[in-house]
């Protein structure tokens, strides 16, 4: 309950998550040629970012893990979702070009990290 309404269970707001994450990391690796190669940098910022924000959302009650264990399975999930939406990122015909998507995705990296020595017993 704490993130909101749900959408089958899920709280909307993971979507517009994944959403924002998807776009900064896919526009911080925008300029590499290779599109595997850029997708296989996206999924693996992603997934760090996911590795910094898990403690945190558990200390805030976001969500829970059993036996407070975060699984390995949640972090190769997050990676391989995250590969196949940078693809389709990468294959999408749209301007990705934006000044402010590296400083913002620096930033709540920053953000996180800062709540993983404050928030997380």
């Keep these: ?9 899920v709280p909307i707001i993971i979507g517009v998550n994944w959403f924002i994450l998807a776009y900064l990391t896919g526009v911080a690796f925008q300029k590499i040629p290779n599109d ?3 997708a296989f940098l996206g999924a693996t910022a992603m ?5 910094i ?13 059993k036996f407070d264990i975060i699984p390995v399975g949640n972090y190769l999930g997050w990676f391989f979702i995250a590969y196949l939406i ?7 015909k749209f301007e990705k070009q934006n000044p402010i998507a590296l400083p913002l995705l620096l ?3 920053l953000f996180f990290t800062i709540l993983n020595f404050t928030v997380v017993e």
């Design 1 to 9: 309950p704490t993130l909101g309404p749900k959408l089958w269970e």
């Design 36 to 38: 595997y190669y850029a």
């Design 47 to 51: 997934t760090a970012i996911d590795y």
């Design 53 to 65: 924000l898990e403690p945190v959302a558990v200390s805030l009650d976001f969500w829970y893990w």
């Design 86 to 92: 940078h693809l389709i990122f990468r294959k999408a």
């Design 107 to 109: 930033t709540l990296i």
